[in-house]
């Protein structure tokens, strides 16, 4: 009997031991990937004066910051509807509509914000910048695949709509107002409705300089 209560203890002590460990681990975690995003937004956004000023004030953070939570509930079966909550919550507060089944990777950034939607099945690569009144929907009612997938290191300006279950390569730059419905190759610039791809036209130029020469693709 005496074995047997010692036995139960020590596998108690283990279990608990065990269950301590994973939550430092998920601090830890949760800290980096914070200071990830901190870092994001203060390389991407020249207001940003400092890092406390952004954690307090970037709603695209803290609905990104949000989402992280909402989606790791969204794995488990029985917090889906709670996840759901805290996305609606989100959207009231931050302006920023970001399904929790979606799929986003690190260091992603929101300037400004406002009117941002993300669809379920969408699919985001890291080092992603979104400006506000961006749309990844779908373009379609069935249960499936149905919303972009972007790349790693791509730009979407401010108002652009990109629908359906297409594809958006690496290093994509895409232009204000644009309506992208067509897959784009890695390193394009895609501008206007519908959107019209094209490279850079200087050997070595950066997608994303590229866009400044053309100011008419912002309007």
């Not at 989606?71 to 709670?82: D, G, I, N, Q």
């Not at 990777?105 to 890291?126: L, S, Y």
């Not at 992603?128 to 009612?141: I, N, W």
């Amino acid at each position: 009997m005496t074995m047997n209560l010692y036995a139960d203890g020590e596998f108690r002590s283990r279990r608990a031991s065990r269950a301590v460990g994973r939550v430092r681990s998920f601090v830890r975690t949760a800290r980096d990937r914070v200071r990830e995003d901190l870092d994001a937004a203060m390389e991407r956004d020249p207001a940003a004066e400092t890092r406390a000023d952004v954690a307090l004030n970037s709603p695209g953070l803290h609905a990104i910051w949000s989402y992280r939570l909402a989606h790791a509930m969204w794995r488990r079966e029985r917090l889906k509807p709670a996840a759901r909550l805290l996305s609606t919550a989100t959207r009231s507060v931050t302006g920023v509509e970001i399904h929790p089944g979606a799929q986003i990777g690190r260091r992603f950034f929101i300037d400004h914000g406002m009117g941002v939607v993300i669809g379920a099945t969408a699919e985001i690569g890291d080092d992603v910048m979104l400006y506000h009144g961006v749309t990844l929907g779908g373009r379609s009612l069935a249960k499936v695949k149905r919303h972009p997938t972007l790349g790693s290191r791509v730009t979407v300006g401010a108002g652009a709509k990109i629908l359906g279950a297409i594809e958006v390569g690496d290093g994509v730059q895409i232009g204000a107002n644009s309506v992208v419905v067509k897959d784009i190759p890695d390193g394009a610039v895609a501008t206007g409705i519908p959107a019209q791809v094209r490279y850079p036209e200087r050997q070595g130029e950066d997608p994303y300089e590229a866009l400044f020469r053309d100011p008419a693709i912002f309007i």
